[in-house]
């Protein structure tokens, strides 16, 4: 079970990659190194009270385990409050709380394996997919790794140093491919955005679709989401898709009704909940909307960091009754077939409803 405390680290470089993006290195102390022992492809959650609200941020780590640091990248968005704050104000020295890696955007590399992994990245989509690229070069050494990378503009792209060199010393197992929005290479199949038509370009004419073992997906949703359909209608399996997704939509009017429905049929229903050892009975109330608030309500510091169904922060596992999600981007078929579940997704099915986050 991974540590849900947060945890304060001191910043040790903060290094301008783009003119609207930065990476952040943290120092380790001794004791806190096996707690921040990570998978290629997780990710950090941080938590800070800015303007009096206490804000909680995921953000992928862009190193692999053998690199032996703990880095993340940080793009700023348009009114996004930690990511400005981040790029703004944040420097070496600071302190930042910081929750233990987390998240299942990650691949079993064996020393032993011969793999063809294909990645297709846009804009800060490049920190888990970088961390995931680094691994596999360095744990599978007969491994080959293909990264379609997509930006607006070459000033836009993150990693560029890092990426060419990376390129340079594996010059034959990897391949990198960047395609740009607003700038025009001579090469017109290395132009526009990575839509539905241009990933078939992809398809046909750069990649052995049968041959490749994983594709890793990670950057605006329409792009993932265009990408997964092509490979899904090409006959990829499923589960030879890895997505990371960083935010999602909102619901649709008839998914919101629904939900709305749901917490409603389950006023009143009673649940067990466990965390740190400790178990309390908690009664769900609709105005809480989701078993994650109910119980944080109930005075259990449940984890959590988007609320979106997206992260996993806040998974937990149910062991009797039953329950359902409004949406659940974070976990794989196999963690629900085990039984987990999101919290900030979950509406109680059945009384006597029991779930544990020690796991």
């Known amino acids: 079970m991974a540590s849900i405390d947060f945890h304060k680290l001191r910043v040790a470089e903060v290094k301008r990659e783009t003119p609207d993006a930065v990476s952040v290195r943290l120092e380790l102390p001794a004791h806190l190194r096996e707690t921040f022992t990570f998978k290629a492809g997780q990710h950090l959650t941080f938590k800070r009270d800015i303007g009096g609200e206490e804000l ?15 880095k993340i990248g940080v793009k ?79 000033q836009g792209v993150m990693f560029l140093e890092e990426l060419a060199a990376w390129k340079d010393r594996y010059l034959d197992r990897l391949q990198i491919v960047h395609f740009l929005e607003d700038e025009e290479e001579e090469i017109e199949l290395f132009n526009g955005r990575l839509d539905r038509p241009k990933v078939e370009e992809i398809l046909t004419h750069l990649v052995d679709v049968a041959s490749t073992d994983v594709f890793f997906i990670c950057g605006p949703g329409p792009m993932m989401d265009a990408i997964e359909e092509t490979l899904l209608a090409r006959g990829v399996e499923r589960p030879r898709i890895l997505i990371e997704r960083f935010t999602t939509g909102p619901l649709s009017v008839a998914q919101a009704e629904a939900a709305r429905a749901a917490e409603a049929k389950a006023a009143g229903l009673k649940m067990s909940v ?7 009975n908690v009664t769900f109330d609709p105005a809480q909307h989701s078993i994650l608030d109910n119980v944080r309500a109930a005075g259990l510091p449940a984890p959590f960091a988007c609320k979106g169904g997206v992260c996993a922060t806040c998974r937990a596992k149910v062991t009797a009754g039953e329950v359902s999600m409004k949406v659940n981007y974070g976990l794989s078929d196999e963690e629900l077939a085990e039984g987990y579940v999101l919290t900030c997704q979950a509406t109680p099915v059945s009384d006597g409803v029991a779930l544990t986050y020690d796991v």
């Open 56 to 70: 909680r941020r995921n953000y992928s780590v862009c190193v692999s385990p053998s690199e032996g640091v703990l």
């Open 274 to 280: 466990t965390l740190n050892g400790r178990r309390v």
């Open 76 to 154: 700023k968005i348009a009114g996004g409050v930690f990511s400005g704050w981040v790029n703004d104000a944040l420097k070496a020295g600071d302190e930042v709380e910081v929750m233990a890696p987390h998240g299942s955007f990650c691949w079993d590399f064996d020393p032993n394996a011969q793999r063809d992994y294909v990645a297709f990245a846009g804009g800060s989509g490049i920190t888990p997919i970088l961390s995931l690229m680094k691994a596999a070069l360095t744990h599978e050494p007969k491994s080959r790794f293909t990264l379609f990378y997509g930006n607006r503009t070459s």
